[in-house]
């Protein structure tokens, strides 16, 4: 799980001011950077893993309401799928330049998308929380960009693919992979990406994520529980059903009246 390596602008510094989430935030900050000391730690990245294994793994703990409020629920977010009422929402707070965060949009995200995301079980927000230098920032704003134009999560799938973030993700680059991801008006694309409006929602996520302790990428919130990294599948697999076991006994307590169990 990366960190960030180059030295934060005074923007930047200035975007690490934590919001007044509660006691919650102190506590998810501990997870990620101590998720982020273990991953970057001389020992095997197995065991950064049961670190986040075992911190995330009690249905009670780990859970900070506070920070499920973070779920936007937007009909019109370009930057999310998913149906907005589905009772799990995973956020993702993630680099383009992210090697981890590649891993996980190759190997780990389709499979959630195709088993809950398309049975209105989980929503996927992204936000973007560029860390990488003047590249990350420039891919985040060209992501939005694409977005404007209903073509985010082509774009992201390119940015993502194997040996591209290699290349790097200069203007010319970015509008490569716009034209691969079917962005249809290119002219509009550099403008958007260039544009004020893509520098504010950058900082708005990137501004989000600092404010939960996230201090490296993939960062992830799943209705309030975070996960650190580019976990195996199975941890997030086994967080959203968690997620949804619990939203479902809610459920039923609200229309009841009374505690009872989901059917």
Known sequence: MPTP??????????????????????AVAALFGYVSYRATAPEPRSAASSAVLDATADPQDGVYPELAKLARRDAGDKLALGRADAPVVLIEYADFKCGYCA??????????VKKYVDEGVLRIEWR?????GAESEAAARASWAAAQQGRFWEFHRAAYA????????????????????????????T?????????????????QGYSIGATST??????????????????????????????????????????????
Do not use: M, W
């Open 162 to 189: 194997e040996g591209v973030k290699e290349k790097g993700f200069g203007k010319d680059r970015l509008k490569t992979l716009a034209r691969q991801a079917g962005v249809a008006d290119l002219d509009r694309f």
């Open 128 to 132: 973007n929380f560029p860390i990488f």
């Open 218 to 263: 993939p960062s992830f919130l799943i209705n309030g529980r975070p996960i650190a990294g580019a976990q195996p599948t199975e941890t997030f697999t086994h967080a959203i059903e968690q997620a949804a076991a619990a939203a479902g006994t809610q459920d039923t307590e609200d229309a009841s009246g009374t505690k009872g169990s989901a059917k």
């Open 191 to 207: 403008r958007d990406a260039d544009g004020s409006a893509a520098a504010a929602a950058v900082g708005e996520d990137q501004e």
């Open 5 to 26: 390596t180059s030295k934060p602008s005074p923007k930047s510094r200035r975007s690490r001011k934590p919001l007044l989430y509660g006691a919650g935030v102190i």
């Open 103 to 112: 891993k996980f949009a190759r190997d780990t995200e389709p499979a959630l």
